[in-house]
């Protein structure tokens, strides 16, 4: 029979080892991003033969490099760099950070601890999906 611990944290709230843990992933990422975007910025865009080159030797630790900088391109660097930033400021002033900016409710400790920079619930973040999903059904061509 498993018993809870008086006094221990139930697990839908972040404690003080949580923070600690979410402010080094946040400057971990910070870091990371900025020396992608300095490699972003230092060589040019690869195109798809290059990529397909890189993966038939095997080499995929490159393929990943330039997948990341593809895919994820530059604008979505800069975009998670910002977020990076704005999530270390929430978390400084200690007032803002992990409630939803959509609805004002705690964002579940799960969800923040897999990903530091979310502003939004999961109730909330699946509604914008959901919308955003309907304008993407929509061909731009
Ligand atoms: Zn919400």
């Known amino acids: ?19 600690r843990t979410i402010r080094s992933a946040l400057v971990n990422r910070h870091t990371e991003l900025k020396s992608l975007l300095d490699d972003a910025d230092a ?18 630790a490159t393929t990943n490099v330039i997948s990341e ?12 760099y910002r977020k990076t930033a704005e999530a270390l400021q929430r978390l400084e002033s200690g007032k803002e950070f ?23 619930c999961v109730r909330c973040q699946e509604k914008r999906e959901i919308r955003q999903d309907e304008r993407d ?5």
């Open 98 to 120: 992990g409630l939803c900016i959509d609805c004002g409710i705690p964002i579940e400790a799960a969800r923040l601890r897999a990903s530091p920079i979310a502003t939004r």
């Open 69 to 80: 900088l593809r895919l994820n391109s530059k604008q979505r660097l800069i975009w998670e």
């Open 43 to 60: 060589m040019p865009a690869p195109t798809g033969e290059m990529l397909t080159e890189v993966h038939d030797r095997g080499d995929e």
């Open 1 to 19: 029979m498993k018993r809870t611990k008086p006094g221990s944290k139930p697990e839908a709230e972040l404690g003080a080892d949580d923070y």
């Open 137 to 141: 059904a929509t061909p731009s061509l």
